[in-house]
């Protein structure tokens, strides 16, 4: 069994950073043997994939954050993360980490959340003037 926590999450003005964080535990390798993904969810709308990082360390990003986050894992601490920079209002969200999206490729992962068997409970990220 696989948990998943968030943290990082925050207030911002437009153009500001944030970087979060996913600490997985209960599962030593999971960066390794799953696919992860941030994914963000706003209140009324359906979970948009972010990006994801597969197990061989490659990366991809929804169009919209491209240039602008960076995904990245350190596999030592079992740890996911999520940079974002030059942050956007319609960035505002809840963040995810998902691991799972075994057997697709990177855009159906992205665009699948449903097929990632591992969730967190989210950190809220706000951007605001």
């Known amino acids: 069994q696989v948990q998943l926590v968030e943290s990082g999450g925050g207030s911002v003005q437009p153009g500001g950073s944030l970087r979060l964080s996913c600490v997985a535990s209960k599962y030593s390798h999971v960066l390794i043997d799953y696919r992860m993904g941030w994914f963000r969810q706003v209140p009324g709308k359906e979970r948009e994939g972010v990006a994801v990082i597969d197990s061989d360390g490659t990366t991809t990003y929804t169009e919209s954050v491209k240039g602008r986050f960076t995904i990245s894992r350190e596999v030592a601490k079992n740890a996911l993360y999520l940079q974002m920079n030059s942050l956007k209002i319609e960035d505002t969200a809840q963040y995810f980490c998902?691991?799972?999206?075994?057997?697709?490729?990177?855009?159906?992962?992205?665009?699948?959340?449903?097929?990632?068997?591992?969730w967190g409970r989210g950190t809220q990220v706000t951007v605001s003037s």
């Open positions: 998902a691991a799972g999206g075994l057997g697709l490729t990177a855009a159906q992962a992205l665009a699948e959340p449903e097929l990632f068997g591992y």
